[in-house]
C-alpha cells in the first residue's frame, strides 16, 4: 500500500465517520455498538480497499459492512448464530457493491445534526453533552477534547466514559428530539460545533495546523442550524463567526507552511464570498437585538474583515465587544484575547497586567506564554520574553507553532532588548474557547 493509497483511506475514513456512526447510531441504538461496528468497517476497509480499489459509495460501504460486522458480533455474544471459523474478511470482499450503492444517501444525510440532538440529552450534565457529543458525533480523541475543554486527558476520558455509562443505566431514547427539545438542546449542540470548527481552525496535534474539512463541516452544521432555527440570533451569529474565521484559511501560513499573523497577512488572500455571507448573516442577526456570545465574536471577526488593512482595524471597538462577551460569558480566554485590544489601545504594560492575572487557569495554554512573550519584548524585557517564548516553545502543538516560536526567539536573540515591537506575537484572532 503506497503513503498516498494510505492518506486517502485515512482521510475517507475520517470524512465518513459521523454519517456512518450516525447511522449505525440509530440502527442499534447503542453508542458502543455503533462506534464498534465503524472501527471494525474501517479495519476492513484498510485490508480491501487497496487490494480492491474503494468503493463508488465508501460511506454507504462502511456504513454496511459497519452493521453487519455489529451484527456478528452481537450474535456471537448472544450465541444464537455463531459465525464459522475463518477470516469475516473474505465475506465483505463479496460484499454486493450494488446494494451499497443503491442506499439513498437521503436517509442518512441529516443523521449528524440529529446525532448531535441526541447526544446533548439534557438528563447529562452540559460538559459531558458536549464532550459525548465531540466524542461520538465528530470523532475527535479524548485528547483532542481535553484540549479543549483546558482539561488533563485523564479527566476527559473520565467525563466521556461517565456519559455513556450514564446514557446505557438510563437508557436514554435515541429517537430524533421533538421541536421543543431541540430548542432546549440548542445551545449545547451550538457549543460543539463550535468547538468543532476551532479544532479545525487551530489543530490541537498532528501534522497540519489547519483541518480544513472540520472547518467545512462545522460551517455545514451551523447553516443547519439556522435553517432549522430561523427566528433565533445565536445560530446566525456562530455560522456568521465561522465564516468569518474561515475566510482567512488561505493567508495563515505562508508557501513555506510558516505562521502568518493576522496583521502580516495579505488581505487580497481572504475568501471575499464567504466574508459577504458572514457579515449578511451577523447583520439580520443584530437587527434581532437579542445580543449573544456568538454575536458578539462574530462582531469582532467583523471588525478585522471590515478594515482594508491591518492599521484600519478599530482596535477600541475590539476591546469594547470583547468587555462585553466578558460581562455575557466571562472566561480566562476571552479575557487572554482582550489583551491583545488592550496593548494596542493602551500599551503593552495595561496588557501584560492583564495576562499575569491569568497565570493560574491558563498555566498550560500555548497562547497564554505567547503573548506574554510578545508583550515582555515590546517593554525590552527580553530575558523574561525568552523565557515565556520557551514556554510557549514547550506547549507548541504543531510543527507550524513550533517553527514560529523559534523564529520569535531568533529575532530576540538577533535584537535584544531593541526588538521591534512587530515580535508581539498577537494571537491570530480565532474563537476563544469557553472554559
Known sequence: MTTTELSWIATTLIAARPRAVAALLRYFRDLDTAEEGFQEASLRALRHWPEQGPPDDPLAWLILVGRNAALDELRRRDRHDPLPEG??????????????????QSHYR???????????????????????????????????????????????????TRAKQRVAAAGLPFGAPG???????????????????????????????????????????????????????????????????HARA??????????????????????????????????????????????????????HARAACAADTDWAEIDRLYAGLERLRPSPVVTLNRAVAVAKVRGPEAALAMVDALAGPLSAYFHFHGLRGGLLTQLGRADEARRAFADTLALARTAAEAAHIRLLLDRLEAHGNGASSDTLHAKDERCSIPS
Open 87 to 104: 477470516d469475516d474478511g473474505d465475506a465483505d470482499a463479496a460484499l454486493d457493491t450494488d446494494l451499497a450503492e443503491q442506499l439513498d
Open 110 to 160: 441529516d443523521d449528524v445534526l440529529r446525532l448531535l440532538f441526541v447526544c446533548c440529552h439534557p438528563a447529562l450534565p452540559l460538559a459531558q453533552q458536549i464532550a459525548l457529543a465531540l466524542r461520538i458525533v465528530s470523532g475527535l480523541s479524548a485528547p483532542e477534547i481535553a484540549r479543549a475543554f483546558l482539561v488533563g486527558e485523564r479527566a476527559m476520558e473520565q467525563r466521556i
Open 179 to 245: 421541536v421543543r427539545e431541540r430548542g432546549e438542546r440548542l445551545a449545547a449542540v451550538g457549543a460543539v460545533v463550535y468547538l468543532l470548527f476551532n479544532e479545525g481552525y487551530a489543530a490541537s496535534g498532528g501534522t497540519a495546523y489547519v483541518r480544513v474539512a472540520l472547518c467545512e463541516e462545522a460551517i455545514r452544521l451551523a447553516r443547519l442550524l439556522c435553517e432549522l432555527f430561523p427566528d433565533e440570533p445565536e445560530p446566525a451569529g456562530l455560522c456568521a463567526l465561522l465564516l468569518l474565521q
Open 250 to 303: 488561505d493567508a495563515r501560513l505562508d508557501a513555506d507552511g510558516m505562521v502568518v499573523l493576522l496583521e502580516d497577512q495579505d488581505r487580497t488572500r481572504w475568501h471575499r464570498a464567504a466574508i459577504d455571507e458572514g457579515l449578511a448573516l451577523l447583520d439580520a442577526a443584530l437587527r434581532q437585538r437579542r445580543i449573544g456570545p456568538y454575536q458578539l465574536q462574530a462582531a469582532i471577526a467583523a471588525t
